[in-house]
């Protein structure tokens, strides 16, 4: 993926979460559990939504896209990072990180983008009733689900392009467990202001509209849900949202305490702390949050169960 003129480093070595040995073999058995329930939770979600006819609406269709973003993303570096607390040395070829970096983008940018669609459907469905079936079609759903991959492409182009003009002379130690943004501007050598301003601008962008896209529609729900007069109605209102709000908070949170603040005042060392929040916790939480929260989820599994049981 790189020319030999480019850069003369060939391999990089991932320094991983933690450099105490003590903690390796307990981090890796934790970190495995969390994978473990991320796998489990998200393909369980997927194949709920497939078997059940009365989930396919788009609240469920952005909901199924949810957890295949969550489920590949944390499939592109959890199983890189458990190999780190097992090996003596965990090695990972130009190539191999340049890859690894793209998928990363491309589904972080794709979740950033799916949750504001998420929020774009709560909107119709509790504002505009009455015309959710027309303005929520099958074709509106399919183009704001192209519109959501769209971006995450462009975005994971935009920063693999940005990392890979970047040349890496002697130093090949990434100070994280994966092959992120700010460690790779970090460890090159002729990193520039330049390529600071476009992760900059990008992130912004990623969680920015997506965020302005969020708080706007919620906005209008909570303006509609005001003048709601029964507490039944708001109730459920109120109910039909709190899962997506929890979501949306945890994941853009996390996201823009790592990315939208200066390394003085957030070190590297603690970055990738608290990355770990959103590439290894919120997709393992995601399933759990919707699934708890939702009575037609219940529901579905139920049914699916009893089936299973009397088949």
Excluded at 8 to 32: C, H, K, N, R, Y
Excluded at 228 to 255: N, P, Q, R, W
């Amino acid at each position: 993926m790189v020319s030999d003129n480019a850069s003369s480093v060939t391999e990089f070595i991932l320094a991983g979460l933690t450099d105490q040995p003590e903690l390796q073999i307990p981090l890796f058995f934790l970190f495995l559990a969390f994978y473990a329930l991320t796998v489990v939770g998200n393909l369980g979600l997927i194949t709920l939504i497939g078997l059940n006819s009365h989930l396919h609406i788009p609240m469920y269709f952005f909901l199924f896209n949810l957890s295949f973003i969550d489920f590949s993303y944390s499939t592109t570096l959890t199983p890189k990072m458990l190999m780190g607390f097992v090996s003596k040395t965990n090695i990972i070829s130009y190539s191999g990180c340049m890859t690894q970096f793209f998928f990363y983008c491309f589904f972080v940018v794709s979740e950033c983008c799916i949750l504001s669609a998420m929020a774009y459907d709560r909107y119709v469905a509790i504002c505009k009733p009455l015309l959710y079936t027309v303005t929520m079609s099958s074709q509106v759903c399919l183009l704001l689900l192209l519109g959501v991959y769209g971006m995450g492409v462009l975005g994971a182009v935009v920063h693999t392009g940005n990392i890979m003009s970047l040349t890496f002379c002697a130093n090949n130690r990434v100070n994280h467990y994966m092959c992120d943004i700010l460690p790779l501007l970090e460890l090159s050598c002729n990193s520039s202001y330049v390529n600071l301003l476009v992760v900059f601008v990008v992130v912004t962008i990623g969680i920015g509209v997506p965020t302005v896209t969020i708080f706007t529609s919620y906005s209008f729900i909570l303006s509609s849900t005001l003048h709601i007069s029964s507490t039944e109605g708001k109730s459920k209102a109120f109910s039909t949202c709190s899962s997506h709000i929890i979501v949306v908070s945890l994941f853009f949170g996390s996201g823009a305490f790592m990315y939208l603040k200066p390394p003085s005042i957030l070190p590297l060392d603690q970055g990738k702390l608290s990355s770990i929040f959103y590439t290894a916790v919120v997709p393992m939480l995601n399933p759990l949050i919707y699934s708890l929260r939702n009575k037609d989820v219940k529901v579905a599994l139920k049914k699916t169960l009893s089936r299973k049981m009397l088949s």
